[in-house]
């Protein structure tokens, strides 16, 4: 009678044992599958796909660090010539490079700094005649490059300059030798020689003003000058 008492008390001990115990680590048919309970959700994987960032994040975009400042047409830029530019040397198309002596603000806020460079070209030369005709020298630019910014293209006035008038020079050296060969012609023969000898001297003088040209207009490095936008340009300035 004893056996049936021990199988009796060992099946008990099994049934109330029975909650306890721990559930199996993995699937029984799929080993490699891990539990329910380690399984990874899915959002798990989209925020570690993110970067770890929150898609429900409302905070507002970081501001930009520039903003655009427009200069009017019609601003005045003093600029200073970096090279340089002549009726008798310079050719139509020719590079002038320029800066600026002074920063350009506008409404309060510095547009441009001091030192901005510019780039132009030269839009005439005409050197003096011998004759009749003034030396002019005009140019432009197109283009300024603020440091650290990107290059823009600009549109300005034309600088033009001509030479100053020689008649009273002209005048002078017809003259002067004119008077001289009165002189000489009154001395020598009278009347009549002093006309002849203002004949002379006049077309002497005249002689000199024909191979002799008038003043060249010519500018070095270091030159200043006021020019006009003759349009509006937006610039991009950084932010304090």
């Known amino acids: 009678m004893?056996?049936?008492i021990l199988i009796l008390g060992v099946a008990f001990c099994a049934a109330a044992c029975g909650g306890t115990a721990a559930a199996p680590a993995s699937d029984?048919?799929?080993?490699?599958?891990?539990?329910?309970?380690?399984?990874?959700?899915?959002?798990?994987t989209a925020a570690a796909n993110s970067g770890g960032a929150n898609p429900n994040d409302k905070s507002p975009a970081p501001e930009p660090a520039f903003r655009d400042v427009t200069i009017p047409a019609g601003t005045v830029l003093p600029v200073e010539l970096q090279s340089s530019v002549a009726s008798d040397t310079s050719s139509v198309e020719d590079p002038v490079r320029a800066r600026?002596?002074?920063?350009?603000?506008?409404?309060?806020?510095?547009a441009l700094p001091a030192g901005t460079s510019l780039r132009g070209?030269?839009?005439?030369?005409?050197?003096?005649?011998?004759?009749?005709?003034?030396?002019?020298?005009?140019?432009?630019?197109?283009?300024?490059e603020p440091a650290g910014?990107?290059?823009?293209?600009?549109?300005?006035?034309?600088?033009?300059?001509?030479?100053?008038?020689?008649?009273?020079?002209?005048?002078?050296?017809?003259g002067i030798p004119a008077g001289a060969g009165a002189v000489i012609g009154g001395i020598v023969g009278g009347g009549d020689g002093a006309a002849k000898g203002a004949a002379i001297g006049g077309a002497a003088g005249t002689g000199v003003v024909l191979s002799t040209r008038g003043k060249e207009v010519r500018f070095g490095p270091g030159a200043d000058f006021n020019v006009k936008l003759a349009a509006p340009v937006t610039v991009r300035v950084p932010l304090d």
């Open 100 to 110: 600026l002596r002074k920063a350009i603000m506008i409404d309060g806020v510095e």
């Open 2 to 4: 004893r056996t049936p």
């Open 121 to 144: 070209t030269v839009t005439e030369a005409t050197r003096s005649a011998r004759v009749k005709g003034r030396a002019r020298v005009g140019f432009r630019f197109d283009s300024i």
């Open 149 to 174: 910014r990107e290059r823009l293209e600009i549109r300005t006035a034309v600088i033009a300059r001509e030479a100053p008038g020689t008649k009273k020079q002209d005048a002078a050296k017809i």
């Open 28 to 44: 029984a048919s799929n080993p490699g599958v891990p539990a329910a309970a380690d399984a990874v959700r899915p959002s798990d």
